[in-house]
Nanobody, 124 residues
Framework: QVQLVESGGGLVQAGGSLRLSCAAS????????MGWFRQAPGKEREFVLAINWRSGSTFYGVSAKGRFTISRDYAKNTVYLQMNSLKPEDTAVYYCASTAGNSDYSGLSSYDYWGQGTQVTVSS
């Protein structure tokens, strides 16, 4: 089992920045990839970014390109989502996820473990 705990969400004005953190614990040695997803009210959960835990290779969703970056701290078992130039449409609950597999990096079903989510609200 892997436990994921997100933090860093909050209220920010449009154009501002936030950094989300996701701390992993438990059987993290088997982690191959970690990702960030988000879900806005009334919408489906969508892929934002992912990173291969050991190699550091990154994968970007459409909404993230040019504004968001993902990174990890290997020693702290933590992955970060840096969000810049935030827009009201970025308002959502952001979820961290992890997987031991190497299937579709953007697919919800590819991930084995999920955090509880952290709310990000961007005001106009």
């Amino acid at each position: 089992q892997v436990q994921l705990v997100e933090s860093g969400g909050g209220l920010v004005q449009a154009g501002g920045s936030l950094r989300l953190s996701c701390a992993a614990s438990g059987r993290t040695f088997s982690t191959y990839r970690m990702g960030w997803f988000r879900q806005a009210p009334g919408k489906e959960r969508e892929f934002v970014l992912a990173i291969n835990w050991r190699s550091g290779s990154t994968f970007y969703g459409v909404s993230a390109k040019g504004r968001f970056t993902i990174s990890r701290d290997y020693a702290k078992n933590t992955v970060y989502l840096q969000m810049n130039s935030l827009k009201p449409e970025d308002t959502a609950v952001y979820y961290c996820a992890s997987t031991a597999g190497n299937s579709d990096y953007s697919g919800l079903s590819s991930y084995d473990y999920w955090g509880q989510g952290t709310q990000v609200t961007v005001s106009s």
